[in-house]
């Protein structure tokens, strides 16, 4: 199984960066790729970016050039740094590890993300 633990929100104004980072745990080697994805409150969950085991990444169209995914194969961690933050990326935001193909690990706490003006 594989853990995940997300962490690094916080509020920050409008134009501001973040990096939150996604902690794996467990069997880390099985990991095929590693998702983020936000929940604003009253919205659905969406997805948000995503890096494969191999290194390629993708990310949403609503914050394609503000947002980065990328990895720390050592430290087992995922990290998305968020640039240019605007009021609408007020979000909780979670990871998930999908791996074995089949499998994803469960929803964490998440990381809660406030953008003010």
């Known amino acids: 199984q594989v853990q995940v633990v997300e962490s690094g929100g916080g509020l920050v104004q409008a134009g501001g960066s973040l990096r939150l980072s996604c902690a794996a745990s467990?069997?880390?080697?099985?990991?095929?790729?590693v998702h983020w994805y936000r929940q604003a409150p009253g919205k659905q969950r969406e997805w948000v970016a995503t890096?494969?085991?191999?290194?390629?990444?993708n990310v949403a169209d609503s914050v394609k050039g503000r947002f980065t995914i990328s990895r720390d194969i050592a430290k087992n961690t995922v990290y998305l740094q968020m640039n240019s933050l605007k009021l609408e990326d007020t979000a909780d935001y979670y990871c998930k590890a999908q791996y074995r193909l089949l499998f994803t690990s469960d929803w964490g706490q998440g990381t809660q993300v406030t953008v003010s003006s």
């Open positions: 467990g069997s880390t080697a099985s990991i095929n790729a």
């Open positions: 890096i494969s085991s191999g290194g390629d990444t």
